[in-house]
């Protein structure tokens, strides 16, 4: 089974430092995986993805995710939290034409 | 194009109602999928169209849900006699092929039943 399991529910970050999302993938073939981000009332929107390429993709907004199938790893990192980055995070695995999300990870960031 | 486009923004109905909600996807894509989000939880899969085929519908689709695309553009999404179980954020998403193309997302519609 195609799953994708989001190890924090909630992150609480101090603006400037550095953000990590950890997401955990099951997946019998290599996957296809993304991260989303939705903020309250908006839509999701994609950071980046990672299709067997790089293993360290680059996304927007000063975001990057790096590929461990030894770990079967996908952790989302950024440098310096900004209080924009304050949102819901969801680990998306894409396998069989369709997407599979994780329960989502809530990042606050405080000033 | 905008992009991915779906009416109403919200809903509010009685239990017992049918729903229809609209989904306009990007123009040139061929796949068209749905979600359904409740509060708390990420989006989970209900059904996709390859053009105007339903290729695959969830486990979660109930006997009352009934999807269509007709002429492959934009999508219908009903629900008859509708729950309180069914309040949710409904997404519409669509793509140019597989997974591998990336997927755009629409604002969705918010169900509240009451």
């Known amino acids: 089974a195609q799953s994708v399991t989001q190890l924090d529910s909630h992150v609480s970050v101090s603006e400037g430092t550095p953000v990590l999302l950890r997401c955990n993938y099951s997946?019998?073939?290599?996957?296809?995986l993304f991260w989303y981000v939705q903020h309250p009332n908006k839509g999701l929107q994609l950071l980046l993805k990672y299709t067997s390429a790089a293993t360290l993709v680059k996304g927007i907004n000063g975001f990057e995710a790096e590929f461990k199938k030894s770990e079967t790893s996908f952790h989302l990192t950024k440098p310096s939290a900004h209080m924009s980055d304050a949102a819901e995070y969801f680990c998306?695995?894409?396998?069989?034409?369709?997407?599979?999300f994780g329960a989502g990870t809530t990042v606050t960031v405080r000033a | 194009d905008t992009g991915v486009s779906q009416d109403p923004r919200h809903k509010i109905t009685k239990r017992g109602q049918n729903v229809t909600f609209r989904c306009d996807p990007i123009s040139e894509h061929n796949r068209l999928y749905w979600y359904r989000q409740t509060l708390g939880q990420g989006p989970e899969f209900l059904t996709y169209?390859?053009?105007?085929?339903?290729?695959?519908k969830s486990r979660l689709l109930s006997d009352r849900f009934s999807a269509e695309r007709p002429k492959g553009s934009f999508s219908t999404l009903e629900i008859q006699r509708t729950e309180q179980g069914d309040s949710a954020m409904y997404l519409c998403?669509?793509?140019?092929?597989?997974?591998?193309?990336?997927?755009?997302f629409g604002s969705g519609t918010r169900l509240t039943v009451v």
């Open positions: 998403a669509s793509s140019a092929g597989g997974e591998n193309y990336g997927y755009t």
């Open positions: 997946s019998s073939y290599s996957p296809s």
């Open positions: 998306v695995l894409g396998a069989d034409y369709k997407l599979s």
């Open positions: 169209f390859q053009n105007e085929a339903q290729l695959e």
